[in-house]
């Protein structure tokens, strides 16, 4: 609070003197437009130059990686609803051509606007509240949801000079934050009160808890072969060899586990439709349920970029720019993951536990001691 504090008034007194000193060049100039002087009009020149000159001093004093950390949210935010917009569409597509359908047709060419006009129907519902909702727990949990999402994007490098933040322990603000969207799920179950939410947010923990372990463990081999906890670091150090030829187990498992994380089929037990209606965002609506659905696809997105990150060697590739191989690996792994939800079935629950505690955690442990003790050789 001190530095803050402390920090706001020198902010404002150096605004104020630089605009003293725009204002104190035009009184001299005698022009009431701040610009002409007494020996003739400035040239269009020399005003650009000023207005350069004072866009700098004014970015010296808020500062340029601030500048360029806002700049960097905002193209998040416009990202995060693209991303959104065009996996809702490619699944309709993909499930349609799968079922021997055409999918959506009618809204624009190729049905690219059918997402837009959904996105609309959906934000002009009004916003119900059920009787007897914990409403603290109920209005927090569709913005808690969004948090990890934002975090994510923020330090994954999508080429070698486009990423928001380079943070040297990048993959445990990711797992941490990660972490945040239990928490959310929970918060919804409870706040609900309605015992199909509760069921859904208790399965989601559960499968949460199952699948981040082997998640971890297979990340941990990553690191040890990066030496590094950097995101980054771990795509620079994929130059020779991508870690999928080297860590394909490591890959297996980390994949899996991350189809697990965002609820997806074959493992999305906590929104089983058949079982428990919606699950645990069964008495959300209008914007609030879009917050959901927005950060289950933006999760989506995310894992697969994670995955390009750690084994696909990022934004690595001959010939075209890198920000072009990181898209198109990610949406290679997020066809897959569509692909999943037309071609396996639903697992039970206990098959869903029983497939991470008793084969996934024991495979990931052999394949780090193994990782380790090769790297000590």
Not at 11 to 36: E, H, K, N, P, Y
Not at 58 to 78: C, N, Q, S, Y
Not at 150 to 160: E, G, K, N, T
Not at 161 to 189: E, H, M, P, T, Y
Request: with cysteine.
């Amino acid at each position: 609070m001190a530095f803050t504090s402390g920090l706001m008034p020198g902010v404002l007194c150096r605004l104020i003197s630089l605009m003293g000193i725009q204002r104190a060049s035009a009184s001299r100039g005698g022009g009431s437009d701040g610009f002409a002087s007494g020996g003739g009009d400035a040239s269009p020149f020399d005003r650009e130059t000023t207005m350069t000159e004072t866009i700098n001093n004014i970015a010296d004093v808020i500062g340029w990686e601030t500048i360029r950390t806002v700049v960097g949210l905002i193209g998040v935010l416009v990202v995060v609803v693209v991303n959104a917009l065009v996996l809702t569409w490619a699944e309709r597509k993909v499930s349609g051509h799968m079922q021997r359908r055409i999918g959506p047709k009618e809204v624009g060419p190729f049905g690219l606007l059918q997402p837009i006009a959904d996105t609309v129907k959906l934000l002009a519902k009004e916003l119900l509240t059920p009787q007897n909702v914990e409403k603290p727990l109920y209005y927090l949990a569709p913005v808690i949801v969004f948090i990890p999402v934002l975090v994510s994007f923020v330090v994954i490098p999508f080429d070698a000079r486009l990423q928001v933040k380079d943070i040297n322990v990048g993959v445990l603000v990711i797992l941490a934050f990660s972490s945040l969207s239990v928490l959310s799920i929970l918060l919804a179950g409870l706040g609900s009160n309605n015992k199909y939410s509760l069921i859904g947010s208790v399965r989601s923990i559960a499968q949460n808890i199952a699948y981040e372990i082997p998640l971890l463990l297979s990340l941990l081999s990553v690191v040890l072969m990066a030496n590094s906890l950097s995101l980054k670091d771990i795509v620079e150090a994929q130059k020779g060899v991508w870690y999928v030829f080297s860590q394909p187990i490591a890959f297996l498992i980390f994949f899996i586990a991350s189809v697990a994380e965002t609820n997806r089929t074959p493992f999305d037990l906590p929104e089983a439709e058949s079982e428990l209606v919606a699950g645990f965002h069964t008495e959300y609506s209008g914007m609030r349920f879009a917050l959901f659905f927005l950060a289950e696809y933006t999760n989506v997105f995310i894992v697969c970029a994670m995955t390009t990150t750690f084994f696909l060697g990022g934004y690595q590739g001959p010939i075209l720019p890198g920000i072009i191989w990181f898209f198109a690996k990610t949406y290679l792994l997020v066809f897959v993951i569509l692909w999943f939800r037309w071609t396996f079935p639903r697992v039970r629950f206990d098959q869903l536990l029983n497939f991470s505690w008793k084969l996934l955690i024991p495979l990931s442990f052999l394949n780090l001691i193994v990782t380790g003790g090769l790297l000590k050789l």
